[in-house]
Structures are given as C-alpha cells and as structure tokens.
C-alpha cells in the first residue's frame, strides 16, 4: 500500500508497527511522533521510522493511517486531540491498547467526523519498554484483537489488515466488552497476581535477607511480568477496574477454598487441585503466540554423550541460527535422549533442521 502513516508513541509496540508496516509497504512513508524527544530520536536514528515530527496536528492531517500507541490513558485524550484536527478524508485510526471499550466509545467522536475509528490489540508484548525493545516478529503468529463498531464497513476493516499484514498477526474481531473480559483473564488480572508475589517476597526478604538471592525458577518465570512498565499497567488496570474487581473477588473466594483444604490436611484434594490446573495449563495451545509465549520448537534425537549440546549448537552458530531456548528431555543413559531447540521463527527452526541434517546423522522433528 502506499501513503502517509503516522505512529504516535515510539514506544516497544509502536516502534515495533512501524517496522511492520515499513517493511511490507515499501513505499509509503512512516512518521512518528512521542511526547519524549528521546524516543523519537531513537526512532529516527534506528530507522525504525523515516521521519519525526513535532507537531501532531501538522502530521495528522496529512496521514492515511494513524496509529495511536501511547498508554491507554493517554491514547484516549489523543482521541480528542485528533478530533480538533482536519483529518484527511476516508484516513484510519486505530489504537494499540490493552483495554478496548473506553477508547472504543470515544472513537465516536472520529466516526461524527466521517473518519474511521477501529479499536486494536496485538497480544503480544513484552516487559521491556521504550523504542530500543521494538523487533518486527513480536506479533508473528499472535492474535490481532479489532474492536471494529457495528457500522463499519468490510471494506474498512479489511484495508486496516492491509496495513498491519506485515506483523503475520491472526486477525480477530471481538466486542469491546468481550475483549476487555478475556484480556482482564489472561493478561490483567495476572500481571496484578506477579505483582503482589513479588510484594510478598520483598516483604517476607526483611524477615529472612536470603528470600531475594533464592527467588530463582520458578518465582522468576511467574513473577516476569511484573517488571512491565508500571506506567502502562496502571492505565490498563485502572480502565478495566470492573472487571479487575470482578476477578478478584473470585480469586479471593478461591484462596479461601485453598486455605479450606490446608486447614484440613486434604491431601487428596491439593492434588486434585494442581492435576486440573496442569492438564488444562498443558492442554494450552503452543504453536500460537498469546498469553503463553510459544516458540517453534526442533526435537533432535541424540545420543547421551558429553558435548553433544555444544556439538549441535556450533553448527548452528557456524551458519548464524539463533537459538531461543535449549533443553534436554528423558536423557537416560546409554539411550537416546531427546534435545528440544527453540527458536523465534519457522525459518529458523527449517533453516536448523536442514544444518543438522547436512551435519549429522540424528533424526529431528517438528514436534
Ligand atoms: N507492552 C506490551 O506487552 C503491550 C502489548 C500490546 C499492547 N500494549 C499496549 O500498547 C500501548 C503501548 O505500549 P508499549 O509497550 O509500547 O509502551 P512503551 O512505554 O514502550 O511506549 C509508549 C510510548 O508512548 C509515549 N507516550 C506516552 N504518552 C504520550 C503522549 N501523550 N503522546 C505521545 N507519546 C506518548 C511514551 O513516551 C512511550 O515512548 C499501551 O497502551 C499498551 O497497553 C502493550
Ligand atoms: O509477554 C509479556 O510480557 C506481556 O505482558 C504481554 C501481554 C500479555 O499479557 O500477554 C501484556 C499486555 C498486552 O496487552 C499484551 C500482551
């Protein structure tokens, strides 16, 4: 596609668009504006985006597309911002916001202007903040979450994918209200969850100093998320406040019902307990990027010898394949064990696959 897009908020997601969209239309221009100069500068240096402005409303007016990628609080006063503004007729905007039916309601005002409001949420992010963390295959394979109203046009909604073809996203379109409900489930509600452990541990370290060196495993991978960007998650939970109280007061009711079956010793029914949770963890899909983060995974029968691992990582890094994670599975002596090699891609994980079958005689799969 051709034309202006113009991305406000240079952040992880926004600077991560942008090199989306720039590589799958080659020739449209991308100029992006944040309210911290710094960003921008990045932006502009990393050629993430081919312009910086100062000026949102000299910008906006010239856009065909605009993508507004700032904190959720703040993407719903830029609403009223661009209101004020001439926008170009039959231009697009669309959001990146965790939450959906608050920005959603304020699109209003663009659609009385006969310009195009179409709520967004790619489900994929990371803890890390700010321009310098933006990659163009954070959103490969992950859900696309579009608010589209009632009213707007196929037409519309489909020349909107046509600009973010470039993230490989699954595009679905879900009720800004459905949205908010899952996304409270799966993403919200458990990011409050890692906060208040890592409350509990940092609390519990000033009664027992080695708590913080021992938080290792498993508290580390619960407790990731938590090292979000506070600012972005006070909006998120701020805006979706209902639901998060809705979610709390069953959380609450279910660590009673814990507490119940510790008090009386029931074995049989913490056990129970932990069995449902992993079978429905383990039933989770894996080859789909969402709130359980997926990789494409290389199993590599090998022989259970010293070195083996370095053996087969060398002949990757020899042809520069990235590899995301390592692990050995049922290794027992004198059999073979199964190696599962991770990576960020499919290509990588074909690209892998036909190294190792050049370079040795171990059989792989896909899993
Ligand atoms: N981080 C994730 O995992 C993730 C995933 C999907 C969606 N989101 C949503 O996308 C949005 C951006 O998140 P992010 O992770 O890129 O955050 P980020 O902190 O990396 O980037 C946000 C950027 O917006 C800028 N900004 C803030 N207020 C602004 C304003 N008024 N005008 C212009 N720029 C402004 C900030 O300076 C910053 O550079 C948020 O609404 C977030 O809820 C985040
Ligand atoms: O992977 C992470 O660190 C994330 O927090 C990503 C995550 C999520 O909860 O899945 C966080 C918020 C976004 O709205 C979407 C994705």
Redesign the pocket.
């Known amino acids: 596609m051709t034309g202006r897009v113009f991305i406000?908020?240079?952040?992880?997601?926004?600077g991560s668009l942008a090199l989306c969209i720039k590589s799958e239309h080659q020739k449209c221009t991308v100029v992006g504006?944040?309210?911290?100069p710094e960003?921008a500068r990045l932006a502009k240096m990393l050629g993430i985006i081919d312009m910086a402005t100062e000026s949102i409303e000299e910008e906006a007016c010239k856009a065909d597309l605009i993508v507004i990628?700032?904190?959720?609080a703040?993407?719903v006063?830029?609403v009223h911002t661009l209101s004020c503004v001439p926008l170009k007729k039959g231009a697009i905007v669309t959001d990146?916001?965790?939450t959906k039916q608050t920005v959603s309601r304020h699109g209003a005002m663009l659609r009385e202007m006969g310009v195009e409001f179409i709520g967004g949420?790619?489900?994929?992010?990371?803890h890390k903040?700010?321009?310098t963390?933006a990659k163009k295959i954070l959103f490969e394979n992950a859900y696309y979450l579009l608010t589209p109203e009632q009213g707007t046009q196929s037409a519309v909604l489909e020349q909107l994918k046509g600009w973010l073809a470039g993230t490989k996203a699954k595009f679905l379109t879900v009720l800004p209200e459905e949205h908010d409900y899952m996304t409270g489930v799966i993403s919200h509600f458990p990011h409050l969850v890692a906060a208040s452990l890592v409350h509990q541990a940092a609390a519990a370290e000033k009664d027992s100093e080695m708590v913080g060196r021992l938080a290792a495993g498993g508290f580390r991978d619960i407790t990731r998320i938590a090292s979000?960007?506070p600012?972005?998650w006070k909006?998120?939970l701020v805006d979706n406040r209902d639901v998060m109280l809705q979610l709390l007061e069953g959380w609450q009711s279910e660590m009673n019902r814990v507490a119940g079956l510790l008090h009386s010793s029931d074995a049989d029914s913490i056990r129970n307990y932990f069995d449902q949770a992993k079978r429905y963890r383990d039933g989770l899909p894996t080859s789909e990027k969402g709130a359980i983060p997926s990789f494409y995974d290389l199993f590599v029968d090998v022989p259970d010898y010293p070195g083996v691992i370095s053996e087969i990582t060398g002949f990757l890094a020899k042809e520069n394949i990235s590899i995301v994670n390592i692990r050995i599975i049922e290794t027992r002596e004198e059999v073979y064990g199964v190696l599962v090699i991770s990576f960020q891609t499919e290509e990588d994980r074909l690209c892998a696959q036909e190294c190792l079958s050049r370079h040795t005689d171990y059989e792989t799969s896909v899993g």
């Open positions: 406000i908020g240079l952040g992880l997601i926004g504006y944040d309210q911290d960003q990628a700032t904190p959720v703040a993407a006063k830029m990146t916001g965790s949420h790619p489900m994929a992010g990371s903040s700010g321009v963390a979000g960007s600012e972005m909006d998120i």
